[in-house]
């Protein structure tokens, strides 16, 4: 073998044994789509699905994408550069007056979106401030920005949600200028960025804030624009990036900002002009699901909240914890791996997906499921999965906190 062969093989040795267990939870296969799904012929409802107003099986979607089809086939085999449509156009301009910004720009994916941002924006003169808690695309694009010789930035964490370890930084940064970058809903924890303050801090000590919105757009503000709706902020945070991966019930970046950053994005961002452009079918899918947010957005938001609500105080009285959750986003705390895994277990065979978090997506000691409750879900799944869990979070002593021991073999 090689180093490379030896490399695998050894890291593998966890995955190994949870599949030697049986327990192995990642990478189910499913045979239809959307938040009622078969897995193995079993019909499963999926609590772990970020379609949060449950439009992506919509008919008029569906139609959409298929006539998209007709029309430019299932992609454009080239990057935008030299395959830009005017369904992409149309779009970017529909976003950019829904948000209320000059400019939108579409990515393929939301990661590249954040990663081809931030390693435009970052140079030498600048200090990259973190949340702790970031997600991948901001952490990959500050390594990639710092790994640009002659212009790498200073890189700086805050804790979690901190204003004051926020401000901490700003004040002793190395570098004259500083992008602050953060999450308007943290997808793990579901807890919302104290955005408010947030932007009064950056505003005092000239910090500019690139907000990633992915699981706020279409879930917080009265319309469902965001954090920024919400919080009464919108036009003092100068980028935001979302994704239509959740709401927008496919996959794609949303780049939104002042004109000339866009375009200044636009021309040097790697991630978008050397990926293959965004398909035309899920342009129109998310154009689909755009009308229906500017038609009825106040009351399909009201819905997905109405729902999140529900199942937050059911689960609270039964003595879950959900930690700093304060969304439509739960985790269920089994605070061990092997409780974690068996939950799932459970959970799945007797038809209910809430997929398991473990180290080293979190810390040891955080281990949880994830449940994510859309508007899409009926009161039916939900009391199937409240009452499964209240069985098995007695059954593996998740409610009593008692320990069931390592993974290991005895």
Not at 210 to 215: E, Y
Not at 236 to 250: L, M, N, Y
Not at 351 to 363: D, H, N, S
Request: glycine fraction near 8%; hydrophobic fraction near 40%.
């Amino acid at each position: 073998m090689t180093f490379i062969d030896e490399k695998a093989h050894a890291e593998l040795a966890r995955i190994r044994k949870a599949r030697e267990k049986q327990v192995y939870p990642y990478f189910r296969e499913f045979e239809t789509g959307g938040l009622h799904t078969t897995i193995a012929g079993q019909p499963i409802v999926n609590f772990s699905s970020n379609d949060y107003l449950g439009l992506t099986n919509h008919p008029k979607v569906k139609e959409a994408a298929h006539k998209a089809v007709d029309s430019y086939a299932c992609g454009l085999s080239s990057s935008r550069v030299q395959a830009t449509t005017v369904d992409h156009v149309a779009l970017e301009n529909r976003l950019a007056r829904w948000y209320g910004f000059e400019k939108c720009l579409l990515f393929t994916t939301g990661y590249q979106a954040m990663v081809g941002t931030i390693a435009a924006l970052a140079d030498k003169d600048t200090t990259l401030v973190l949340d702790s808690y970031s997600h991948a695309c901001i952490l990959d694009g500050t390594f990639m920005a710092a790994g640009v010789p002659g212009r790498a930035p200073e890189v700086r964490f805050f804790n979690h949600n901190s204003v004051k370890s926020l401000e901490r930084i700003l004040k002793t940064r190395e570098r004259k200028n500083a992008i602050v970058l953060i999450e308007g809903v943290y997808s793990l924890d579901g807890d919302k960025a104290p955005i408010k303050e947030m932007v009064d801090i950056c505003a005092a000590h000239g910090a500019y804030i690139v907000l990633d919105d992915a699981h706020g757009t279409g879930t917080l503000g009265m319309n469902g624009r965001g954090i920024l709706e919400e919080a009464a902020v919108e036009g003092r945070v100068p980028v935001v990036i979302s994704t239509f991966s959740k709401t927008f019930g496919g996959i794609g970046g949303i780049l939104l900002g002042r004109g000339e950053v866009v375009e200044y994005i636009q021309h040097t961002a790697r991630s978008f002009l050397f990926s293959a452009s965004l398909p035309v079918p899920i342009v129109a899918a998310a154009s689909t699901i755009l009308d229906m947010l500017e038609d009825e957005g106040p009351k399909l938001v009201s819905e997905l909240h109405e729902k999140a609500e529900w199942m937050r105080s059911n689960l609270k009285s039964a003595g879950f914890d959900l930690g700093a959750s304060n969304t439509h986003i739960m985790p269920v705390y089994c605070r061990d791996e092997r409780k974690a895994l068996f939950m799932h277990v459970a959970l799945l065979e007797s038809g209910v997906l809430m997929v398991p978090i473990t180290y080293p997506g979190v810390k040891l000691g955080e281990e949880r499921l994830r449940l994510n409750v859309t508007r899409g879900h009926t009161q039916q799944d939900m009391d199937k999965a409240l009452d499964l869990l209240k069985m098995y979070g007695e059954a593996f002593f998740v409610l009593s906190g008692e320990d069931l021991g390592p993974l290991e073999d005895d």
